[in-house]
Nanobody, 128 residues
Framework: EVQVVESGGGLVQAGGSLTLSCAAS????????IGWFRQAPGNEREAVSS?????????YYADSVKGRFTISSDNAKKTVYLQMSSLKPEDTAVYYC????????????????????WGQGTQVIVSS
């Protein structure tokens, strides 16, 4: 069974840091694209970051998180991480990871329908 499972969410003060994990199982991992999306109450789901798990491990970031968030992968553990620092109250949301079996490109990474498998989400709350 194909699964992506998020973990690592929680409550953190503004300016703090948090690392989310996305553990994959049931598929090859290499060659896929893993994306992070978030959805705050009353807002649409938005793309945060993505990593293409082909040879070059190209990464993509939303402008709102560039310089503060870092996406990385551990292929041996089939896990993708989202390191979040300098967190702001507006980063509060449910964070979802998703897997794209065709990998991600600059044209597709932020397009939610491109992703085939989704996790259940992990809540991040940033207090001011």
């Amino acid at each position: 069974e194909v699964q992506v499972v998020e973990s690592g969410g929680g409550l953190v003060q503004a300016g703090g840091s948090l690392t989310l994990s996305c553990a994959a199982s049931g598929f090859t991992f290499e060659g896929y694209g893993i994306g992070w999306f978030r959805q705050a109450p009353g807002n649409e789901r938005e793309a945060v970051s993505s990593i293409d798990l082909s040879d070059d491990h190209r990464t993509y970031y939303a402008d709102s998180v560039k310089g503060r968030f870092t996406i990385s992968s551990d292929n041996a553990k089939k896990t993708v991480y989202l390191q979040m620092s300098s967190l702001k109250p507006e980063d509060t949301a449910v964070y979802y990871c998703a897997a794209d079996r065709w990998g991600t490109t600059i044209a597709t990474w932020a397009h939610a329908p491109s992703y085939d498998y989704w996790g259940q989400g992990t809540q991040v709350i940033v207090s001011s």
